[in-house]
Each structure stands twice: as structure tokens, then as C-alpha cells.
């Protein structure tokens, strides 16, 4: 069956569903919800994957391993763009699913850097929602430290700060976690750190303040992110209606608007595909990075939340700690 | 589909339709369950705003042989209202999720509504007589100076106008954490379960301070959480068998005779998946939405957002006949689960029946089930000639008497004339809720905020 929407727009639709849910009359429901939970599942372990084939991919391609792959919160400026850079693919089909980039490499051993292009890294959209193998990919242990991006399950954050709908800007910076080794690996100016692994970095594996934070109570607006508050507020009502879920809202089915809205919508928010990174990222404290207000409006980097400890301890069960209230 | 003609099909004709008119739709109107009590004569629904509203069909007139009596509005009361748990600090809605009937006693009739977290007994009765000549109260009930009573008569009962009441005779509360989803009455007219989404409880109908957990599928650690229960119904006729049907399409068998806690089922029903058709919404297109034993206990059926599927209770392993409500909105899943119609919960229900001996043992002469669809569509399967039939709940093409007309959806290609394609449907129309009356040919349907009424054509 084929999907008219991509893996990002699917958990950012599913994470504003439950947002929603909370607002909601009668309470949240779990049945929705877990639901919901399951096709965030399902869009990550897409999401996830093809992430690792891209960098599998590149791994492959630069066997050095000095460049990493880097996804900075901004498109590059044009003048960055190196004469021989590959002109920008357009997504064409959707059975193509030959990862591309719009990669500028500044020669070996410096960053790659893949800019957010207006519309979502071209590898991610329209990809159809079976996999062409039975069952998706199961993102699996592999790579033990050291193996920079080749190991599977891994989670991008962009080490640019965050500032509350201010404009973004590019970083030297970016950490990569290797979800089954736990290694934390950051790339500074394009030169290549093995940070150790996460347990024997302490300074490393304190939550960032705020996560404890308890649960709202209903009725009050919540932030996930900075740089979201537009589309919080189409789906937030204060005690009101419920969000019929998703941009597209109550009016009846037309696909044909639904898809160009949901271009648009990737157009004006260039920044969605490193935020969704930063959501999976939020997800892997479990619930409370969801329900962390201060954490949201804070412009901490995600660095040290990533490295909590109890972070990667429920990260299997991260879907699950989406239901539990 | 069912070929207009030919042998014992039903023809069906649009007979009532009740609700307001206009296209604007108050929250509160929007109908949330139907069902006919245990003689047919009685039609309940209830609805968002918590109102239950009771119809009645009229006595057949020998005069008008064409028509069965047409139901007229008997009793509408307030059975919830809303509530606050301050404790929580969550609002407990009043939408009535389920009604009811309990078999008729006596002059009065009884039935169970239940909205999120309680449910409620009313007794409704008629009342069309009154005391009249008290010698102490004026007939207005202003009471008379005891000085000024010089004669003693005894008060006798005169006719008045009907006058239907509905009380509240139990209330039963505080046993569900989670939202409850159904209610069922036992065979033995005394007990009662209620299903959240993780328990089912036993009741009393008598005892209101207790009840028994009999189902707990809550994980000791909430992030365990992998599926709730969706439905639950007693069985028709064994009092100790109960089933529950689960949001990942399972539907498990329970003997209360086995043990207290019934949380190892007897049987577990389930379809093993179809690889080929995995898609993201697989988890939420195979949970099911409701569950219906037959009449006679010896099969029950499901719904799932896409069909409809018949299981023996002899066999757990896969169901007996699998019918497709709408399988065109297969490739359309994406777009309802944006808009959330993917969430949708449909019922289906039997047709009704004799309950006579015989048909235990022989297999129903007719037996169709119906389910709601999109575009106010509804759709009926006869198990027996495998026909199935689509037809439309409007107030536009329906005139009495007139036999409804089948509707087609065009899934793809070219759209013949009379067809609709998948792309023009209304999926703010939908219907949800439809019941069959237990004894004749004929149905209520529920569209958002209106109750059509269909019979079969009668010659």
C-alpha cells in the first residue's frame, strides 16, 4: 500500500494527535493512543532505517570514515554549495529509493554536510509505506565503538542551539548516539571524537534539568520544541474541540489538497526534519521528555539528554511510555 | 448485491426518519448507540449529550396492513450528565457509550445506560391513572385546613393522561478507571459485566457498592501496554461464557467457571496477519470495534475497521466467512488516519430471530448482518446466498414505501452511471450505530444526529 505521506510527516502528524489528546474531553483515551503509538513505531523504524541505509551508504562510499554524516538545522547557504556539487535531485519516483542528498563535500576529511532542503531529504519523501521486504527493517544492534555511523539505530541531533522560533543557525557541531552501543560520537569542524562511552562519562549522563517535571494538567498549551509553536496551535485548543488530529482537520476527504498542503507544509518548515530528530531524540528520555515544559522552552543542547543513561534504558519502550499517564 | 425480486429477499423501504433537519450539527445530538428492547417494541437511543431518548411503535392497525406501526417518541430523559474528578482533574464526558434492555418483568421497563465511567438503571414506566378525592389535599396538593373537614370519602384512581416516567433505580459507579466500552447482561437476568479498556467487571444488578473484577489485562508496568479491550459480550445462553474482543484482533473466550479472575481464556480467536498487506495502520485497521454473538450462541461476529468476519466457536483459528465492508478505502489509510476517520468505531448486529427451539439445531432460514460505512452508507451480507447489498441512509431519495435503491461504490477506473467514486464520499457521514429489530424485517440506522427507520416492503 502506498503512503501518500513520508515517515517525518507521519510521526509529526501522530506526536500532534496525542498532543491533542490531552486537551480533549473525557480524558485521554488509551485506546487511541496506543494506537497512535503504534504508527509512530512504525514510521520510526522506517525513518530509522533508511537513516542507517543513507549512512550505510555513505559509509561505504568514504571508507575512512572521516566525513559524518551531519544534518544541520538550516539549508546551507547557496554560496557554500562547492561547483561540483550534484544538481539538487527532485523527488521523482517513488519506487526509487536510491538514497540522495544534496551533499556538498568540502574534500575528505571534512564535514558532509546534508542541508534540510526546503522539501524533506529526498531519500524520505513518498517512501512507500510497506517495505519491498516483508516486514520493515528492524533496526539491529551491529557496530561496536568506534564504527562512527556504521552502526544501526541511530539518532541525529543537530548540535545547533534552539532558540525559541529565532532564527537557525548552522553549527560546527553535531553528536550522533548509537542506540545499541551507546556511544556517543560528536564531530566538531569536521574533525571526527570517539567520546566515550556513555557510562563513564558522568558529566555526560545527567538529565537535563526539567525532565522530571510532572504532567500537565489538561487544558493548558504545550510546547514539545521550539520552532513548532505554529503548528502547536493549530492542533492545541485549550479545553476546547479536539484537534480533529493533523492538519487536515474535519472537512471531508480530499486527497489531492491534503498532499499539496502537505507540501507546503514542508516547504515553510525547513527545519522539521531536524526537529523530528530531535523528537525521537526527546522520545528516547520516555515520557517525561514529552511532557517536559521547561525542557521544550529551554535552550539547552541535547547533548547531555541524550546521553542520560535512563534515556537509552527505555528507549525500547519509548512508544509505550507515550500511553502510560 | 441482493437483485431487487427473486425468492425471500428482503426489499427494503424507507419508513421514518427522526432528528432535526438541518445540516448543522449540535455536538450534543449526534447519536451515539441504538437498540431495540427484547420484544421489538421499544427503540432507545442515546447520544452525546447524555439524553436517552425512548420510541415506541404503535399497535399494528388492521386497517393498515401495508406498514407495521410506525414508532413514536415514548420517553426522553437526562441519564448523564457531566462530571469533574477533581482528583485527576479530567472531565467525564456524558455521551452515553451503550444501552442496554433488560427483559420485561412486569408493567415497567428497565435498561442499563452507561457513559465513560457509570452506569445507571432507569425504570420506565407508564403511569395513566391518579388519586383523586384525598380528603386532606386539594386537588392542586395544597393542603386543606384539617378544621375544615367536615365529610370522609376514599380516594379512588381516575383516568388520566399517559404519562411516562423514567427513574434512576441504581447507580453504579466508581469501578472503572479507564473508559468504559461495553456493557452486557447475562442470560440469567441478574448479573451484568462492564468493560474499560483494561478490566471487566461483574455486577449485581441488585448491588451497587460492589462488583467483581473478572478481567485485568493492565501490565504491571504501563510501558508494557501492547492492547486493550475494545468489546465484551455475555454469551446468550451459557451464563458462565463471556467474550472480549482486543485492539490487536484478537478475541478471547472466558469460562467464569473456571476461575474468579478469568485471565487465561478458554479460547483465543485469531487470524494470523497477511503479510502482504502490512502497512503502517496495520495495528489500527485490525482492531476491533465490536463484537456480537448470533442468536444462537454458536457463532459470534466482528468488525474491524475494514470487514466484517464470522467466527465459530468451535474454531479459533481463523473465522468461518470474511466479508469486506469498504476494502476501496484500503489504499485511502493514510488520509483517514490524518483526518482520524480511521479511528472510527463501527457495530454490526444480526438480524432478528424466532429464538424457538428448533432454530438451535437447524441452521436460520435468513441470516443477514449489517454494519455502517461511510457516505451514510450501510451495508448488508446474507450468509446463506453470499449477496450483499449497499444502501443509503438520506433523507433526499427516500419517499415511504419505496423500495430503497442499492448504491455502488467505484473503487477505480472508469464510473459507471449511478456510481460514486471513493473520492466524492462524505466521510463526515458515517454510520456507526444500526440495530435490527429481534423479531421482524426491520432497522435502525443511525447517522450522525438523525434515526432512519427502514421495513421491509410488505405485500
Redesign the interface.
Known sequence: ?????DAQS?IS?SLR?IHSSRTQ???I????N??VS??LR??RQ?YLSERYAELYRRQQHYPDGAPLLAMPACPPPAAAAPPDLPALPLPTDTQDREPRSCAGVRGGGELLEVPVCAAAPPELQRVP??DSS???YRVTGSAGPGSGGGAAGLLYAAGCDFGSGGAPHCSSRTTVLDLDTHVVTTVENGYLHQDCCCSQCPCCCQPAPGLASPPP??GTKRKYYPGQEEEEEEGVEEGGEPG????????????CT?RARFEEYNTEHPQDSSNISNLISIFGS??TGLVSRQQADSEQPLNGQLCSKQALA?LG?WT??I??? | FLGAGGGNDIQWCFSQVKGAVDDDVAEADIISTVEFNHSGELLATGDKGGRVVIFQQEQENKSQSHSRGEYNVYSTFQSHEPEFDYLKSLEIEEKINKIRWLPQKNAAQFLLSTNDKTIKLWKISERDKRPEGYNLKEEDGRYRDPTTVTTLRVPVFRPMDLMVEASPRRIFANAHTYHINSISINSDYETYLSADDLRINLWHLEITDRSFNIVDIKPANMEELTEVITAAEFHPNSCNTFVYSSSKGTIRLCDMRASALCDRHSKLFEEPEDPSNRSFFSEIISSISDVKFSHSGRYMMTRDYLSVKIWDLNMENRPVETYQVHEYLRSKLCSLYENDCIFDKFECCWNGSDRQLLTFFLPPLCSIVMTGSYNNFFRMFDRNTKRDITLEASRENNKPRTVLKPRKVCASGKRKKDEISVDSLDFNKKILHTAWHPKENIIAVATTNNLYIFQDKMN
Do not use: D, Q, W
Not at chain 1, 1 to 5: D, S
Not at chain 1, 29 to 32: I, S, Y
Open positions: 500500500m502506498e503512503c501518500t505521506l507521519l502528524i494527535k474531553r473525557g480524558g483515551k488509551l485506546h487511541k496506543l494506537l503504534y504508527v512504525n514510521a522506517l509505506c510497506r516483508p516486514g520493515f494538567t489538561p480533529a488530529g493533523g492538519v487536515a482537520g474535519g472537512p471531508p476527504f480530499a486527497p491534503k520516555g515520557f527505555s519502550a509505550r511510555a500511553v502510560a499517564f
